[in-house]
């Protein structure tokens, strides 16, 4: 009878090699500076889901944003905001309009960027169903950022609200897709 045994081309561990691979294209890579310098403005579709409102507890709506974005430098960036989503469930339906500015720390180092935020934000809503008319809040942010060219991006985010004096966690969640345009200002009295 021929025996035949199952020996492995490659006996040594492929952990230490991949990770020196990986850590050679971090550092080699030129980074990608995703918002240095130049403002982008970005739109946002998504879906929104409400935890706060009353009788049910839940309303699930869609939600769109407009942002723009300035970086500090390549890791830090300042966000300032607008959100509005609409919710309806039966005969109730409001409206959630937000605020907000944020902080925002990203990996940039290649043309995919990580990142996560925290933002201060004042929400409002209108209709029936919502909590207090003005409500302070505060939103988790977290997405990945893929820079397409040096003036066009797309991204994919959530964002977890905890509104004060609202007992459930989160009090509001986006979960949406964004465009993004960078645009340059420049020097206009340069020649």
Same mark, same amino acid.
């Given at each position: 009878?021929?025996?035949?045994?199952?020996?492995?081309?490659?006996?040594?561990?492929?952990?230490?090699?991949?990770?020196?691979?990986?850590?050679?294209?971090?550092?080699?890579?030129?980074?990608?500076?995703?918002?240095?310098?130049?403002?982008?403005?970005?739109?946002? *579709?998504? %879906?929104?889901?409400?935890?706060?409102?009353?009788?049910?507890?839940?309303?699930?709506?869609?939600?769109?944003?407009?942002?723009?974005?300035?970086?500090?430098?390549? %890791?830090?960036?300042?966000?300032?905001?607008?959100? *509005?989503?609409? /919710?309806?469930?039966?005969?109730?339906?409001?409206?959630? /309009?937000?605020?907000?500015?944020?902080?925002?720390?990203?990996?940039?180092?290649?043309?995919?960027?990580?990142?996560?935020?925290?933002?201060?934000?004042?929400?409002?809503?209108?209709?029936?169903?919502?909590?207090?008319?003005?409500?302070?809040?505060? %939103?988790?942010?977290?997405?990945?950022?893929?820079?397409?060219?040096?003036?066009?991006?797309?991204?994919?985010?959530?964002?977890? /609200?905890?509104?004060?004096?609202?007992?459930?966690?989160?009090?509001?969640?986006?979960?949406?897709?964004?465009?993004?345009?960078?645009?340059?200002?420049?020097?206009?009295?340069?020649?």
């Amino acid at each position: 009878m021929l025996r035949t045994s199952y020996r492995p081309l490659c006996t040594r561990p492929a952990g230490p090699l991949f990770s020196l691979l990986l850590l050679g294209v971090v550092l080699t890579a030129r980074p990608a500076l995703s918002a240095i310098d130049d403002p982008w403005l970005r739109a946002e *579709v998504g %879906a929104a889901y409400a935890c706060f409102a009353e009788p049910e507890g839940r309303h699930h709506g869609l939600a769109g944003t407009v942002d723009g974005l300035y970086g500090i430098n390549s %890791a830090w960036v300042i966000r300032a905001g607008y959100l *509005v989503g609409e /919710h309806r469930l039966g005969d109730d339906d409001f409206q959630v /309009h937000q605020l907000s500015i944020a902080p925002r720390y990203q990996l940039d180092f290649v043309a995919y960027v990580p990142w996560v935020e925290l933002s201060p934000a004042l929400t409002h809503t209108l209709g029936d169903g919502g909590p207090e008319p003005w409500t302070p809040s505060v %939103a988790l942010g977290f997405g990945f950022d893929w820079l397409i060219d040096p003036d066009w991006s797309m991204s994919v985010n959530t964002h977890l /609200h905890q509104l004060f004096g609202v007992d459930r966690t989160p009090g509001y969640l986006t979960v949406g897709v964004r465009v993004g345009y960078r645009w340059t200002l420049g020097d206009p009295f340069a020649p």
